[in-house]
């Protein structure tokens, strides 16, 4: 009877919910990564907390309200993503993992919108640099605006916050997610666009 009880606690502390916080919004890249990172390591129990940035991410870890972090640091075209190292100069905490996905980025805009109506392009630093040359190819005059995050910016499009005159680049699924028009997919410089992402835990 002591052995079953030990194995009892054991398979129970086993499937404890884990909280993975991520830099991103719902249908963002971090949220992604997150599902990968739990399907590769076999993380059945888990729940995401949007957190927006790496700055909220490692907040909360330090505080205790998640249990692991996920954020990118870098990517093969745009390069590092500056947000998350100025985060990580201001936090202690412990690497678990470098991990890479392939980021296929796309130009997403409300149903009724045409290619003729656009006249700004909003979406994360990050993602901007990854289509620095399409954007510059293709759309050479129209507004570039900074936005905290892909996911963010296609919720924020739908809700009004952005303009209707607006495109934004987003993970294609934020399409279903905050109903919005396909404009152009996979707009990313190159081919194979992979970024880094560091899965952490408190120290």
Not at 138 to 143: L, Q, R
Request: net charge positive; glycine share 4%; with cysteine.
């Amino acid at each position: 009877m002591k052995t079953k009880n030990i194995k009892e606690k054991k398979d129970k502390k086993n499937n404890k919910q884990i909280i993975i916080g991520v830099s991103g919004g719902k249908g963002s890249f971090s949220e992604e990564a997150a599902i990968f990172y739990a399907q590769k390591f076999n993380i059945e129990n888990f729940k995401i907390k949007y957190l927006i940035n790496a700055e909220n991410v490692l907040k909360n870890l330090d505080k205790g309200k998640i249990n692991l972090g996920i954020f990118p640091i870098e990517n093969s075209n745009g390069g590092i993503v500056y947000e998350a190292v100025n985060a990580m100069s201001k936090h202690n905490f412990k690497i678990e993992r470098f991990f890479e996905i392939d980021v296929r980025q796309n130009l997403l805009v409300k149903p009724n919108i045409s290619k003729k109506d656009i006249k700004k392009i909003a979406s994360h630093p990050q993602a901007l640099r990854q289509c620095r040359m399409y954007l510059k190819r293709k759309w050479p005059n129209v507004e570039l605006i900074e936005w905290s995050d892909t996911a963010e910016a296609a919720k924020d499009l739908s809700l009004g916050k952005l303009s209707s005159d607006t495109a934004i680049i987003a993970p294609i699924n934020c399409a279903k997610l905050y109903n919005l028009k396909i404009l152009e997919p996979e707009i990313q410089d190159l081919k194979f666009n992979f970024t880094t992402f560091l899965a952490v835990k408190k120290l």
